[in-house]
């Protein structure tokens, strides 16, 4: 007989023990153990637990193991969460089976040795069977699903809880999830506020929606809402930094005059623009769209163009807008020197357009719904035992559980989006369709965007230059990481795995649009650490600048209207404050958004930050000592970034590596 030690660690997390028996059986190169009961394995919470399997023979070298746990006829049948196993050969040899997911009664789950194998480095039979079997029920469990035309594929679920639990919130997640909602509406149903469909008689009441959550910045923004430069400032730093661009000459459908702006230092408007100080924030993406009825009543939507100057103090501010995209009479320019409501109506208009462009684009598409498609591809084309899947699994934590949420709860048909905002019904799916096809390449790579949008040298844009440094580490690590497993540029082309699985996010996540540029296959090294590098910058950085703020900046309602009562003024000198507050959203509207926005603004207790591995996937030393190398620079970045923060009147924190999630959880 030879002796096998085999060392269970469970994981710690509420719930992760089991009450229940556990039994394993070992398979080799040369034989496979029985079934065994492992009859002194201590299963609590965060336990570590050695026992000892006897064989007849050796089983050569380990190549994966079985775990099952039946129910115990005398207890509750309960989930159990092991991290890994270790088991010592007689010759000594450890062996580590990395599991990190939950195992509940029914069929043994196969987990693999933890060494990473692409497809053709399967050399024995069991391990390309195990591959095989793993991927199909994989395919079974994460099916594709039409969620509407021209907007990317979901996971087929019925709502959260038909998900595989291994994607699942944690029980703490699911716990503070649920009360932070239900706190924020019992709230408001006290006040009597959440059914009140009344205008707001005074802007003032609206301070007294919520108490105690307000954060220093939206206290901030509140007092400074109406200020010029605190308009143009959210067009780099805000929720979306993504749609300012340097314009070198103007829109044909933005016939803005020199003698209608004015430039500081007698200058004109013509040489601002080619001296790069003249900037652009259109919302055609929005054109032709028709606003939803909310409580019976039409909503309204504008589609603006807004001319922005840097001035040579380095102050962006707004100098022209357009609320329509076609000039005509009754589409007039507004100018700050406009009177006060006139100029102020204008820009409440532009902030209403940018909460839909910013929820809608910028967030769900761009950073929900990829996060998603990625995930759901990885799932399954790639086993776990593949080096891309032990490098991008971390991304994808309680991605596919918040999206249901989100489509049940906020772009469903009983939503959020459908009952308190413009962009709601036959609107949200038109806007996606559209944004969809809109979509680039080359416009989730920062780098690339930032030189497209011509934002190279703009200052004080701490989004890009955040941004930027992240997108650097995060390259570096992909590519120490798939270098060392891809020497040349044909295994690349090998891998039929990582092929299956850009061909899929193509497909279903991009609709085989050509135009959009995203890869179709993998010919290069650099070509595949591009892309994985995007999809985690995507997952992780990209939704932390366009979630983080969200109600930093639109927990103070008028500088962020979800909708808009009225439409925009046609002529100039028919605005007050009277008609600006009958435009605004209403109380019962007001009071649903802010609720929305500080929820999703909210940080869980079991945040992982990025750069932090809380589950030992990869078991080779070189990727392990990357894992580590990362985490160190985004520590050195994080205290960059706070040390530059601490000059700043508005700190930029939201990718402050410390406050960006590893993945789309939120």
Request: charged fraction near 20%; hydrophobic fraction near 35%; include cysteine.
């Given at each position: ?21 556990v039994y394993i059986?070992m ?8 079934r065994?009961?492992l009859?002194?394995l ?31 006829p005398d207890?509750?049948d309960?989930?159990w969460?092991?991290?890994k ?7 000594n040899d450890?062996?580590t089976?990395?599991?990190?997911c939950?195992i509940?009664?029914g069929d ?6 933890g060494?990473?194998l692409?497809?053709?480095d399967?050399?024995h039979?069991?391990?390309?069977n195990?591959?095989k079997?793993e991927?199909i029920?994989?395919?079974?469990d994460y099916?594709?699903?039409s ?6 594929h979901?996971?087929?679920?019925d709502g959260p809880?038909?998900?595989p ?6 029980f703490t997640?699911?716990?503070?999830f649920?009360?932070t909602?239900?706190?924020?509406l019992v ?16 802007l ?13 910045l939206?206290?901030?923004?509140q007092?400074h809402?109406?200020e ?15 749609l ?6 103007l829109?044909e ?11 500081p230092?007698?200058?004109?408007l013509?040489?601002?623009?080619k001296?790069?100080?003249v900037?652009?924030?259109d919302y055609?993406n929005?054109?032709?769209i028709?606003?939803h009825?909310i409580q019976?009543?039409?909503q ?14 380095d102050?962006?501010?707004p ?10 009479k009754?589409n ?13 109506t ?8 940018e909460?839909v ?7 769900l598409?761009?950073t929900?719904l990829?996060?998603e498609?990625?995930a759901?591809?990885l799932?399954?084309?790639l086993?776990?035992v593949?080096p ?8 994808t ?9 989100a ?8 939503g ?5 905002t ?9 806007i996606?369709?559209r ?21 190279q040298?703009?200052p004080n ?8 440094q992240l997108?650097?580490?995060?390259f ?7 270098q060392?497993y891809?020497?040349s ?8 795995e990582?092929q299956?699985?850009i061909?899929?996010i ?10 959009t540029?995203?890869?179709?296959s ?9 892309f ?8 992780s ?8 703020g969200q109600?930093?900046?639109?927990g ?8 808009m009562?009225?439409p925009?003024?046609?002529?100039k ?6 008609t ?7 109380i019962?509207?007001?009071v649903?958004t ?7 603004s909210?940080?869980?207790?079991d945040f ?5 591995y ?9 990727p392990?000592?990357?894992?580590a190398a990362v985490?160190a ?6 205290i960059?970034?706070n040390?530059?923060?601490e ?8 990718l402050d590596?410390?406050n ?6 939120i």
């Open positions: 007989m030879v002796n096998y030690t085999v060392t269970v660690y469970t994981g710690n997390r509420i719930t992760a023990g089991t009450v229940n028996n059986k398979v080799g190169t040369d034989g496979k153990s029985n065994t009961w009859k002194s201590v299963t609590s919470r965060g336990s570590v637990s050695t026992c000892t399997v006897s064989c007849p023979n050796s089983l050569g070298r380990l190549v994966l193991i079985e775990l099952d746990k039946p129910p115990n207890s509750r309960d989930a969460f092991p991290e196993v270790e088991i010592k050969s007689p010759k450890v062996y089976f990395p599991v990190h939950w509940c009664s043994a789950q196969i987990f693999r040795e060494t990473a692409r497809i053709f399967e050399s039979s069991l391990g390309q195990a591959r079997e991927l029920q994989r395919s079974a099916e594709w699903d969620y509407a035309p021209g907007v990317p979901t996971i087929k679920a809880l038909t998900l639990v291994a994607v699942q919130f944690s997640k699911a716990t503070e649920l009360f909602v239900v706190a924020g709230e408001l149903k006290i006040k009597g506020l959440a059914d009140n469909p009344e205008n707001w008689k005074n003032d009441d609206i301070d007294d929606v919520f108490h105690n959550k307000d954060t220093p939206s206290d901030y923004v007092e809402w109406k010029d430069w605190l308009f143009a400032y959210q067009f780099l730093n805000g929720v979306n930094p993504t300012i661009q340097r314009i070198k000459t829109p459908n933005f016939p803005v005059t020199d003698d209608m702006v004015s430039i230092g007698f200058s004109n013509y040489n601002e623009m001296q790069g100080n900037y652009l924030c055609k929005l054109d032709g028709l606003a009825t019976g009543m039409q309204h939507l504008v589609v603006p163009l807004v001319l922005l100057h840097k001035r040579p103090d102050k962006l501010m100098i022209a807008i357009q609320l329509k995209q076609t000039p005509a009754d007039p320019i507004f100018l700050p020197t406009d009177s006060t409501y006139d100029w102020l204008a820009k409440i208009f532009v902030r209403s357009a909460f462009e910013h929820e809608l684009n910028a967030h598409l761009r929900h990829l996060a498609i990625f759901v591809s799932l399954r084309n086993p776990m593949h891309l899947y032990k490098l991008l699994i971390p991304h934590r309680y991605t596919l559980h918040i999206n249901e949420l489509r049940k709860q906020l772009i469903g048909p009983t959020f989006f459908n009952n308190f413009a962009s709601g019904g036959e609107a949200l799916t038109k996606l369709d944004s969809l096809s809109s979509i680039t390449y080359r416009s989730l790579c920062i780098p690339d965007d930032i030189t497209d949008r011509d934002m040298d703009v844009f701490y989004y890009r230059d955040d941004g930027l997108w650097n580490i995060i570096k690590f992909v590519q120490g990481v798939i060392f891809y020497k540029d044909d295994e690349v082309q090998r891998d039929s990582v299956t699985w061909g899929d193509f497909q279903y996540g991009f609709l085989s649009q050509p135009q540029g995203i890869p179709q993998f010919t290069t090294v650099p070509e595949l650490t591009k994985v590098t995007m999809v985690i910058f995507t997952s950085c990209q939704h932390a600048a366009v979630n983080g109600y930093d900046y639109g103070w309602m008028p500088n962020n209207p979800a909708t009562q009225r925009p003024p046609t002529k000198g028919t605005t007050s404050e009277a600006m507050l009958a435009t605004l959203p209403p019962n509207v007001t649903q802010m609720a929305i926005l500080w929820l999703l909210r940080k869980s207790s992982v930050p990025l750069g932090h809380n589950e030992d996937h990869y078991t080779e030393a070189t392990r000592q990357l894992q985490a620079e985004l520590d050195m970045l994080s960059v970034i040390n530059r923060n000059g700043l009147e508005i700190p930029y924190t939201y590596p410390k960006v999630e590893n993945s789309v959880a």
